[in-house]
Nanobody, 122 residues
Framework: QVQLAESGGGLVQAGGSLALSCAAS????????LGWFRQAPGLEREFVAR????????YYAGSVKGRFTISRDNAKNTLYLQTNSLKPEDTAVYYC???????????????WGQGTQVTVSS
């Protein structure tokens, strides 16, 4: 098992940036593919970005590509999401997730953090 805990959310003006982190504990961090998802009120949880076990493959949702960067530090058991040029439509609770296979589907991830709120004001 692996336990995940997000941090770094907050309130930011449109055009601003936030650096999200996801600290892991428990099982071997590098055994898992990792992803970031987000969920806005009344909407389904949606894929944001994912990264392979070694960190050499990354994939982004079209809505964030070029603005967000996913990375991981296996030595520190931490996943990151650098969010730049934020828009009001990026407002959501952001979740990190770990699974055996890196996909865009939330159902393919076994472990989830509790989420961190990102609010972007216009």
């Amino acid at each position: 098992q692996v336990q995940l805990a997000e941090s770094g959310g907050g309130l930011v003006q449109a055009g601003g940036s936030l650096a999200l982190s996801c600290a892991a504990s428990g099982s071997t961090f590098s055994n898992y593919a990792l992803g970031w998802f987000r969920q806005a009120p009344g909407l389904e949880r949606e894929f944001v970005a994912r990264i392979s076990r070694s960190g050499d493959y990354r994939y982004y949702a079209g809505s964030v590509k070029g603005r967000f960067t996913i990375s991981r530090d296996n030595a520190k058991n931490t996943l990151y999401l650098q969010t730049n040029s934020l828009k009001p439509e990026d407002t959501a609770v952001y979740y990190c997730a770990a699974g055996s296979f890196g996909t865009t589907r939330p159902t393919d991830y076994t472990y989830w953090g509790q989420g961190t709120q990102v609010t972007v004001s216009s």
